[in-house]
């Protein structure tokens, strides 16, 4: 059995790629975790295989209103770094419904954060997918990904 851990607040897309794991891998158990704490603490406490990552995560699970004090926006980004430091290299694809990411001069399109991932974590991180329940790209896409790592 294939361990994955999904680390993932929106219900929609968990239920979508729940759906698409078990239509098509009946060796994958999927475990899903709600928030940046939560998801950390699962994945150094248990053995995953690989890791499924959102970007723009709740600090804890259960945060009714994601007010910026308990959201982290770039948080899949600060749980890879806490993957590298602490030397768990698990095959990691980050899974976002968002094209991008922060204000300002922190402003980053999915493409800039994608080639940032691959620089900084290029032993673990595999690559992003673009999800949206419109549309069934994203599956190809993950697919892909799974095939090459199974």
């Known amino acids: 059995m294939i361990r994955i ?3 993932e607040d ?4 968990i239920e979508d790629v729940k759906a698409f ?10 475990s899903v975790k709600e928030s940046f704490t939560s998801g950390l603490r699962e994945l ?3 053995d995953y295989d690989i890791v499924f990552l959102d970007m723009s995560l709740p600090t804890r699970e259960g945060s009714q209103n994601n007010t910026l004090n308990n959201f982290e926006q770039l948080g899949g980004h600060k749980i890879l770094s806490e993957m590298k430091r602490k030397e768990k ?3 990691t694809i980050l899974i976002t419904m968002f094209r991008d990411f922060g204000v300002g001069q922190s402003f980053k399109d999915l493409n800039e954060i994608d080639v940032i991932c691959n620089n900084e974590f290029e032993n673990f991180y595999k690559g992003v997918v673009y999800y949206s329940s419109r549309e ?4 190809e896409k993950l697919n892909n ?3 090459e790592l199974i």
């Open 5 to 7: 851990l999904f680390i």
């Open 44 to 46: 150094f406490t248990n």
């Open 136 to 139: 069934d790209s994203w599956k």
């Open 89 to 91: 290299f698990l095959p």
């Open 21 to 30: 794991i078990n239509e098509n891998y009946e060796r994958i158990s999927l």
């Open 10 to 13: 929106n219900k929609t897309k």
């Open 145 to 147: 990904y799974l095939k």
